[in-house]
C-alpha cells in the first residue's frame, strides 16, 4: 500500500470559516503577535494570553470540517495516510483522518509550564487562569509560540522522508522550519499542490501537479484522481 504524506496549512481551516494567521481582517488582526503569543507575553500577560487562546479554541469548536478535510481522510480508505499539519484545530481528526501530527501546537489542549510533555485536554472552551497541571505547575495553552523550538519537525521530515507521493494544501510554504518538509521527500516522489496561489520559491522539486483552487475545491478533485492513478 502506498503511503500519502499530506501537508496542510491554514488555507484548509479557512474553507471553514477558521481566520488564518495572514487575513487583514482575522482575528489576528486585532492583537500584536509579541502580546499573545510568546513566551513571553505568557509571564507578562498571562490573563490576555489566556484569553486569546479561548477565544480561539471557542472559534474552532463552532465549527465544522469541510470537503478538503473530508476528501482527505477519504484517502485513507485506499492508502497509507499521514497527515502533517500546520494547524492548531481538531478539524482533521474530526473529519475522520487517524494518523495527524501538529507541528505548532493543538489548541483543544493544554500543558504544564513546567514539563512540555505533560500534555492534559481541555473539556470546552474555556481555561481558567489558575488552571494547573498533576505536576502543581500552571497550565499554558498546548501551542508552539513564536521563538519557540517546534518539538515535532524531527518526527515530520521522518515521516517525509517515507512518503511515496505527497499532497501539500492551502499553505503559502512561508513559515519555517515547517514549509521545508517538501525539501524532505525522496527525488522521484511527486508532490501535488493545492492552492489558490503557487507559492514563489517553493522549493517543491518534483511538482508532479499544482491545482489552482481552494481546498474544499480542489482537494475532492485531487483525491478522487489519486485514488484513480495509484489504486
Excluded at 6 to 33: C, E, H, K
Excluded at 135 to 153: K, Q, T, Y
Aim: glycine residues 6%; contains cysteine.
Amino acid at each position: 500500500m502506498k503511503r500519502i504524506v499530506v501537508f496542510t496549512g491554514a488555507g484548509v481551516s479557512a474553507d471553514s470559516g477558521i481566520a488564518t494567521f495572514r487575513d487583514s481582517d482575522g482575528l489576528w488582526a486585532s492583537y500584536r503577535i509579541e502580546d499573545v503569543c510568546t513566551p513571553e507575553a505568557l509571564v507578562r500577560n498571562r490573563a490576555q494570553v489566556v484569553e486569546f487562546y479561548n477565544m480561539r479554541r471557542r472559534e474552532v469548536l463552532s465549527k465544522e470540517p469541510n470537503a478538503g478535510h473530508y476528501a482527505i481522510a477519504e484517502l485513507e480508505k485506499h492508502f497509507d495516510v499521514r497527515v502533517i499539519t500546520q494547524n492548531i484545530d481538531n478539524l482533521h481528526e474530526r473529519a475522520g483522518s487517524t494518523n495527524v501530527l501538529h507541528l505548532h501546537g493543538e489548541v483543544v489542549k493544554l500543558r504544564s509550564e513546567k514539563n512540555p510533555n505533560l500534555i492534559v485536554p481541555i473539556e470546552g472552551w474555556e481555561q481558567k487562569l489558575e488552571d494547573r497541571a498533576e505536576d502543581g505547575a500552571l497550565l499554558r495553552p498546548h501551542i508552539v509560540f513564536f521563538g519557540e523550538s517546534v518539538p515535532n519537525f524531527d518526527e515530520a521530515t521522518r515521516i517525509a522522508q517515507t512518503a511515496d507521493i505527497m499532497v501539500v494544501v492551502g499553505s503559502s510554504l512561508a513559515v519555517y522550519p515547517a514549509a521545508s518538509l517538501v525539501r524532505y521527500v525522496r527525488p522521484e516522489v511527486p508532490v501535488y499542490l493545492v492552492d489558490p496561489h503557487l507559492p514563489a520559491g517553493h522549493g517543491i522539486r518534483n511538482l508532479a501537479e499544482y491545482i489552482p483552487l481552494r481546498s474544499a475545491e480542489g482537494t475532492p478533485l485531487l483525491v478522487e484522481k489519486l485514488i484513480e492513478q495509484y489504486t
